[in-house]
């Protein structure tokens, strides 16, 4: 019997060709499902029913309040079903159930939020300056999009494009990763359970160079939002411009973690290590670039070291573990491969750089490493290892400190550790990336603005420049009054003898 987990116009459908993939844990190589391997024929079937779905108005007419009240009832659905969610999400990735737990509460506060701010969507007046005239701004859906959201954090990076996208009024199609498809499977099914026209929602499960490239080339789709790669960004970018599409893209980041000398040694220090080793390094705003000021470095990255040396690897139900596999061993050879450049280049191993030794073996696990000495522009610096993997520069005062933290192609984050507030705040508003946390890393808000700089893409997710991603703004300008304008002479015609 063909697999069947591909949902396409309100319906559970096999690959048009009945290909599958088996998906397997990170952590120790256990089978976790067969799916559907999507066909472009899928994908092309996929959009015909969003574009149908959204071209008879059944959803995009939908008063904003009631879409809005449709996001509360999935945020309250997901926390009933967040065991269920978590260890789907848990299996497909290798990271701690306790991590996977934690993305679920956030997925849930993001579904809220967007139902909360899509309730309050009624356009704007606009004062034309006459008293006859009627002008306003009508935010309307910008139609059919295509989401494809990577494998660190499957659901979540979903859920920040389809609750704006359903909020908005959109119809849209969702390609996951093909190593992470369980959560996004079982969102379909949440998302049908409670009643959400058919064709709304769709899912094309399968290799983005197959099924992800129709959803930036096609003519129908009209918004394309991706989460991933640099490089693959760029082709998704080019492949849009053929129908002028828009175009949300968030493409990652070498995102610099600023320690001043007067920081909050401890605290500091603690940070350092989330934010280079949480989910073993595989996020966008990892601080993979640690930046220590010279009258402290030495004593910093001796402690980070040794600290580094003692996080517990393990599988996602091992309680003693700190942290996880990477997602596969091609990764896992990817990273291996950046660090030994690095080594080549001159850096420093303080750390690390090794594989995990034992039961370990089973997985694709890779020890937390630490590079120092570090010279600038090699390719540890400027490329992204998305590892559990951190550089050491240092540096003298406030103007270095921004110089290196600006000295990357990326600016999607950044962190600044000082326990003077004027510093933090002067630093904070020359480094040129999206997000600046001041004595913390990696928190953030929905209702906050998520997004970068530079080659860490375009667009924003989250907060109310996400929401508007997903919507086009009308001006309606309504004469109450109208008159003739005289501007040209009416003639009357004269009759013919």
């Known amino acids: 019997m063909s697999t069947a987990t591909l949902f396409i116009g309100g319906a559970w459908v096999p690959s048009s060709d009945g290909g599958t993939r088996a998906i397997h844990c990170p952590a120790d190589g256990g089978f976790v499902g067969d799916v559907s391997e999507g066909t472009r024929e899928d994908a092309e079937r996929a959009i015909a ?7 008879s108005g059944e959803w995009a007419s939908v008063p904003a309040p009631q879409r809005g009240d449709f996001l509360l009832r999935v945020a309250a659905e997901l926390r009933v079903r967040k065991d269920e969610f978590a260890q789907a999400e848990t299996l497909d990735t290798g990271k701690r159930l306790v991590e996977s737990e934690i993305d679920m509460d956030d997925i849930a506060d993001c579904f809220a939020y967007f139902g909360k701010l899509a309730g309050q969507d009624a356009g704007r007046m606009v004062d034309a300056g006459n008293n006859s005239v009627v002008s306003r701004i009508a935010y309307e859906p910008v139609g059919v999009c295509g989401l494809i959201s990577p494998w660190n954090y499957p659901l979540l990076q979903s859920a920040w494009k389809i609750a704006p996208a359903l909020g908005a ?20 099914d949440l998302l049908d359970s409670l009643g959400l026209p058919k064709g709304v929602a769709n899912l094309v499960l399968g290799a983005g160079a197959v099924v992800g490239a129709p959803l930036s080339e096609h003519p129908d789709v009209d918004m394309v939002s991706f989460t991933g790669g640099l490089e693959t960004g760029k082709r998704i970018a ?3 411009s053929g129908t002028i599409k828009k175009v949300a893209l968030e493409l990652g980041g070498k995102n ?14 603690d940070n350092a290590l989330n934010a280079a080793f949480v989910h073993s390094g595989q996020v966008c705003s990892a601080g993979a670039r ?8 030495e004593r910093f990255v001796d402690e980070l070291v040794r600290r580094a040396r003692e996080i517990r690897l393990g599988g996602p139900f091992d309680e003693k573990a700190e942290t996880g596999p990477l997602i596969s061993a091609a990764h896992r050879d990817k990273v291996t491969a950046y660090v030994q450049k690095g080594l080549e280049e001159g850096a420093r191993l303080r750390c690390g750089g090794t594989w995990g030794e034992g039961e370990l073996e089973k997985g694709f696990y890779y020890t937390p490493t630490v590079l120092d000495q570090v010279t600038r522009g090699s390719s540890v610096l400027v490329d992204e290892a998305f590892g559990p993997v951190v550089t050491v520069e240092t540096f003298n005062g406030e103007d270095e400190a921004v110089e290196l933290g600006n000295d990357t192609q990326y600016g999607l984050a950044g962190a600044v550790w000082s326990q003077d507030a004027g510093k933090g705040q002067r630093v904070a508003a020359r480094l040129r990336h999206g997000t600046i946390w001041i004595n913390d890393f990696h928190p953030y808000l929905p209702q906050a603005e998520w997004g970068g700089f530079g080659h860490s893409g375009m667009g924003r997710e989250l907060g109310p420049t996400g929401f508007a991603e997903y919507q086009e703004a009308k001006h309606i300008y309504h004469n109450i009054d109208p008159a003739v304008t005289g501007w040209f002479e009416a003639r009357v015609q004269e009759e013919s003898a």
């Open 49 to 55: 029913a969003a574009r149908k779905s959204f071209d």
């Open 169 to 188: 009024g959109c119809s849209f199609i969702l390609k996951p990763s093909e190593l992470t498809p369980h959560t996004s499977i079982l969102m379909m």
């Open 238 to 240: 080019a492949a849009a």
């Open 256 to 269: 610099p973690n600023i320690v001043f000398a007067d920081a909050d040694f401890d605290a500091a220090l």
């Open 290 to 297: 640690l930046l220590v000021e010279e009258p402290i470095a």
